[in-house]
């Protein structure tokens, strides 16, 4: 399986046990979840056209 959804399924394991008590916490879980997100994305639709 994917590492980015066995993050996720970690993620909300721990959401539903209540470890995440300080919305900072919370903000900063999210926060890396949608960055490896993004960065999948990025791998999977490559441009095929790349202006640097």
Same mark, same amino acid.
Do not use: C, H, T
């Given at each position: 399986? *994917? *590492? #980015?959804? /066995? +993050?996720? $399924? !970690?993620?909300? $394991?721990? #959401? +539903? *046990?209540? @470890?995440?008590? @300080?919305? #900072?916490?919370? %903000?900063?879980?999210? +926060?890396? /979840?949608s !960055? %490896? %997100?993004? #960065? @999948? /994305? @990025? $791998?999977?639709?490559?441009?095929?056209?790349?202006?640097?």
């Amino acid at each position: 399986m *994917n *590492n #980015l959804f /066995l +993050q996720i $399924e !970690d993620f909300y $394991e721990k #959401l +539903q *046990n209540g @470890e995440f008590d @300080e919305p #900072l916490a919370l %903000a900063g879980v999210l +926060q890396k /979840l949608s !960055d %490896a %997100a993004w #960065l @999948e /994305l @990025e $791998e999977v639709y490559q441009p095929s056209l790349r202006i640097d």
